[in-house]
């Protein structure tokens, strides 16, 4: 019924119809053959070239791999970066936001301290120097580790702001008069307010990971044995598909990640313009 | 404020102690693999050993290590690097720093004007005339809106390198030196449009004009704005007055949350570009694993960051007469 009405709204649709089209070329990473990872495998005297194969459909590499099986792989794995980091952060985010404003004093001041300075620190420095010292113990999901490190304190902050004006309003107050616990009144009051922003926050999250995971991988900084969207540009790169005009290696990430990076971006639209109706209309 | 700056810093001092391997040795043996071919003093060695030992906190108690380390910090004295040992750190970043804060203010000036401007007027026209120019720009704006700075970057060059060679690949040139010749001029701007115009493009159309386009039809739908038109206000005065000088105010907060984002953007694309600066350091002292190096640049870039945004939050009131400290 929500999805209803928000697929009504014209950017959540827009995000929506793209982030199924994503899906469904990722999906296709199933298929791959399990050689298509093993360069060493492949024949390495034939030039990086395009052609009408159906496997090399986007092209190969310089050393013989299909851009269409890493391109898929990739957006798999970046989406896998990215719902790891938004399950952990936003989380997190949701739990001390909740906290923070439902207590109030010391305990707010030290969460919107920590939040605040998190939030001031530029953070891809920060990303750099955990993925320098961890380098060695590098995956997938110590990639969303590290970005959650500072991706909990926006979705704090705004948890918060909504929380304390929540415990302010009639319907909580007579909750707590009538004798309801604190939990509950967090879980049956507080919770339905709050679940729309959350999922702004997830889908922003996502985007946000998916983002400095790439900006790691340009660095060489991010798992460069997997193909993620960001170690895919890496690669090309650094073996100079842009000096030797192999555009077909650097165009289909750079364009997956604008349309991943829209459509997330228009989806979190949507849900806060469905939410906060103030914002519709521009 | 100095707070924040405070926990950044303990915060890398932690990270530093609880690192998972033998930093230092691991430096050591990484400096005497790449230069094997030549002879290495020990007692060089052992001096190298000693100041990493320093810095990295690992010599003395807890609060010792720390004080040292907060010591290294005020001194600005991060060691020797090892990309270009015995360079000391503070050497390098004395070379990149005018090159990326000569970018990363250009661009951050140049986009805030452009994008609130632009915000403003069009919007402005729009709900004057019924122009379809702001919705237009509107739907460009969110697509650049989440889009980061490196992959406009590789745009651009595909762009302007690769399907229409007007600009020099990046790294074409060699190295760029401060020299005030014509040539040399030209040869820096050449090598800088395109990465100055991959920030600007994205903070101008992606950042401020959405958050000025905002701000404008807040101010217009108020009391005192109709009032004034109902006045018969020329347009320009309307426009100046009313609406642009209320919108710069709130978006001098903007630009001090811009800042952090910005500066991590321009890094990579100094990256992309190989120009320069920052940006490049950091890259070869990756590549290296050169943590020294890396770790006082980050460190030092950090504190920067943090503390231009606090010169921007004690600007504020000066420009602002509403919330001026009592």
């Given at each position: 019924m929500i999805f209803l009405n928000l697929i009504r709204n014209t950017k959540f649709r827009v995000g929506f119809i793209l982030l199924v089209i994503i899906v469904i070329l990722g999906s296709f990473s199933v298929y791959s053959p399990p050689y298509y990872k093993q360069w060493y495998r492949l024949p390495i005297d034939q030039p990086p070239r395009l052609s009408a194969d159906l496997q090399y459909i986007l092209g190969t590499t310089s050393n013989g791999r299909s851009v269409f099986y890493i391109l898929v792989n990739a957006i798999k794995n970046s989406f896998i970066i990215g719902l790891f980091t938004a399950l952990i952060a936003s989380h997190i985010g949701l739990l001390a936001g909740l906290v923070a404003g439902f207590r109030g004093g010391v305990v707010?001041?030290?969460i919107m301290l920590l939040a605040d300075v998190i939030i001031v620190i530029p953070a891809l420095p920060l990303y750099i120097l955990l993925a320098m010292f961890l380098r060695k113990v590098l995956t997938i999901y110590t990639i969303g580790l590290i970005v959650s490190v500072t991706s909990w304190a926006w979705p704090t902050r705004q948890v918060r702001a909504l929380t304390m004006s929540l415990i302010e309003r009639e319907f909580v107050i007579t909750a707590k008069l009538s004798g309801?616990?604190?939990?509950?009144?967090?879980?049956?009051?507080?919770?339905?307010?709050?679940?729309?922003?959350?999922?702004?926050?997830?889908?922003?999250?996502?985007?946000?990971?998916?983002?400095?995971?790439?900006?790691?991988?340009?660095?060489?900084?991010?798992?460069?044995?997997?193909?993620?969207?960001?170690?895919?540009?890496?690669?090309?790169?650094?073996y100079g598909a842009l000096y030797r005009g192999l555009v077909w290696w650097v165009v289909p990430p750079v364009i997956v990640i604008i349309l991943i990076f829209t459509s997330l971006y228009l989806i979190s639209l949507g849900i806060s313009e469905y939410i906060n109706p103030r914002l519709r209309s521009r | 404020m100095f707070a924040t700056i405070f926990i950044a810093y303990s915060f890398t001092f932690l990270l530093l102690k609880f690192m998972p391997l033998d930093a230092v040795e691991f430096i050591i043996s990484q400096y005497i693999a790449g230069s094997a071919a030549t002879y290495?003093?020990?007692?060089?060695?052992?001096?190298?050993?000693?100041?990493?030992?320093?810095?990295?906190?690992?010599?003395?108690?807890?609060?010792?290590?720390?004080?040292?380390?907060?010591?290294?910090?005020?001194?600005?004295d991060f060691g020797p690097s090892i990309l270009a040992f015995p360079t000391p750190v503070m050497e390098?970043?004395?070379?990149?720093?005018?090159?990326t804060i000569g970018l990363l203010s250009f661009t951050t000036l140049v986009s805030w004007i452009i994008g609130n401007?632009?915000?403003?007027?069009?919007?402005?026209?729009?709900?004057?005339?019924?122009?379809?120019?702001?919705?237009?720009?509107?739907?460009?704006?969110?697509?650049?809106?989440?889009?980061?700075?490196?992959?406009?970057?590789?745009?651009?060059?595909?762009?302007?390198?690769?399907?229409?060679?007007?600009?020099?690949?990046?790294?074409?040139?060699?190295?760029?030196?401060?020299?005030?010749?014509?040539?040399n001029i030209i040869s820096i701007i050449r090598r800088f449009t395109l990465p100055a115009l991959s920030i600007i493009i994205i903070t101008?159309?992606?950042?401020?004009?959405?958050?000025?386009?905002?701000?404008?039809?807040?101010?217009?739908?108020?009391?005192?704005?109709?009032?004034?038109?109902?006045?018969?206000?020329?347009d320009s005065v309307v426009l100046k007055r009313y609406v642009l000088r209320n919108i710069l105010i709130s978006q001098i907060t903007f630009l001090a949350l811009q800042l952090g984002t910005i500066f991590s953007g321009a890094l990579l694309v100094e990256t992309i570009f190989a120009l320069p600066g920052l940006g490049t350091i950091i890259y070869r002292a990756i590549n290296t694993g050169d943590i020294n190096t890396a770790l006082g640049v980050l460190s030092l870039s950090m504190i920067a960051v943090s503390l231009a945004t606090f010169v921007i939050d004690l600007v504020y009131p000066i420009i602002d007469p509403r919330v001026r400290f009592r």
């Open positions: 707010d001041k030290t309801m616990s604190s939990m509950k009144i967090i879980v049956s009051e507080i919770f339905p307010y709050i679940l729309g922003w959350h999922l702004a926050n997830f889908t922003n999250t996502v985007l946000y990971a998916i983002g400095s995971e790439s900006s790691l991988a340009v660095l060489g900084l991010s798992i460069l044995h997997e193909d993620t969207l960001g170690t895919m540009i890496y690669w090309a790169l650094q | 290495q003093d020990p007692a060089v060695i052992n001096e190298l050993r000693q100041s990493l030992y320093e810095l990295f906190g690992l010599k003395g108690t807890l609060l010792e290590q720390y004080i040292t380390f907060l010591k290294r910090l005020f001194t600005f390098l970043i004395k070379r990149a720093l005018p090159w401007l632009l915000g403003v007027i069009t919007t402005y026209i729009e709900v004057e005339r019924g122009s379809r120019v702001a919705k237009i720009l509107q739907g460009i704006a969110l697509t650049l809106r989440p889009t980061p700075y490196y992959i406009m970057a590789l745009v651009l060059i595909l762009l302007f390198v690769y399907f229409i060679p007007i600009f020099p690949l990046p790294g074409a040139g060699g190295m760029l030196t401060p020299e005030f010749s014509f040539e101008a159309f992606g950042w401020n004009y959405i958050s000025s386009r905002t701000l404008a039809l807040n101010i217009i739908s108020e009391d005192y704005f109709i009032y004034a038109e109902l006045r018969g206000l020329p």
